[in-house]
């Protein structure tokens, strides 16, 4: 079995900085990469920090899948590793605080000769039916932005600019700051320059039907069902299939442009960066 791409689709939230989503597919694997926004200041070469995981985690996860040789998280975790050493011999200074170090979501698929096997951090997610027509969501997203939505309405003060208005952001920064601290210490992992981190993405596998569609997206795209409720995650996956992504990516926009200060919908930025790729499965 392989993957087929359909459609791909992404978008930068802000036009004047760089896009911190990156993504890679092939027939023997597919991935989306999702930078976590930086919160202090560049320790690797480049536009940002968040760009240079994302970039270099799907490309190098992708390289090691084309080989063809081990497994799923092993490709993963010879991408880590590789990070590990970029990340080490390239950074201006050792972070001082968690916080400084280059994170990602992601979520990534490979199909072997009956089923696909997924591995995924944060809220990334894959979108799917499997076989016998149930749908399934692997990854965290719906959970995760419900949380963050509730922290964004507590931290705004009555009477203040929305939490996704020009400047505001800055206020949330110790804040930010603090919750980024404890990433990859406990429970909450995400992809990082640290090998380790390959022992601890999330795992599912599914069989799906010769031809059946597949949606792999970042959480920005996933805000149509996940923060504006414009669609079920369902309902999105039939939507990415019959109206295509460019559309949906017109609609997301068109949405958050109409909340500009998220006031409507609470959130830490007007746009968020967009991926999502549309794949199917061949024998």
């Given amino acids: 079995m392989h993957l087929e791409l359909i459609d791909s689709l992404t978008l930068p939230g802000d036009a004047a900085k760089p896009n911190e989503d990156s993504f890679a597919v092939s027939g023997a694997a597919a991935c989306v990469f999702d930078g976590a926004t930086g919160l ?14 994302a970039q270099f985690g799907a490309r190098r996860f992708n390289a090691h899948a084309g080989e063809g040789e081990g497994s799923i998280r092993d490709w993963l975790r010879s991408a880590a590793s590789e990070a590990e050493t970029s990340f080490n011999a390239l950074r201006f200074r050792p972070p001082v605080e968690n916080y400084e170090v280059a994170y990602a979501s992601a979520i990534m698929g490979a199909p072997d000769a009956d089923a696909i096997s997924f591995l995924w951090f944060g809220d990334c997610a894959a979108l799917l039916r ?8 692997f990854g965290e997203t719906i959970n995760r932005k419900e949380s963050e939505r509730a922290r964004v309405e507590r931290l705004v003060k009555p009477g203040r600019p929305g939490p996704a208005a020009a400047g505001v952001r800055d206020e949330f920064l110790p804040v930010l700051r ?38 792999l997206a970042s959480d920005g795209f996933l805000a149509l069902a996940s923060d504006y409720d414009r669609y079920t995650p369902e309902e999105l996956l039939d939507a990415a299939t019959t109206r295509g992504l460019a559309v949906l990516g017109e609609e997301l926009r068109a949405i958050e442009a109409a909340d500009p200060d998220g006031n409507r919908f609470p959130r830490f930025k007007r746009s968020d960066d967009a991926t999502a790729l549309l794949l199917r499965l061949r024998a």
Wanted: glycine share 6%; hydrophobic share 45%; charged share 25%.
């Fill in 130 to 137: 499997t076989v016998d027509g149930a749908f399934h969501l």
């Fill in 40 to 53: 202090g200041e560049r320790l690797m070469p480049g536009p940002s920090d968040a760009r240079w995981i």
């Fill in 178 to 215: 603090a919750s980024r601290n404890y990433v990859n210490t406990a429970e909450e992992w995400l992809f990082a320059p640290d090998e380790a981190c390959a022992d601890h993405a999330r795992e599912a596998r599914a069989v799906l039907a010769p031809g059946a569609p597949l949606l």
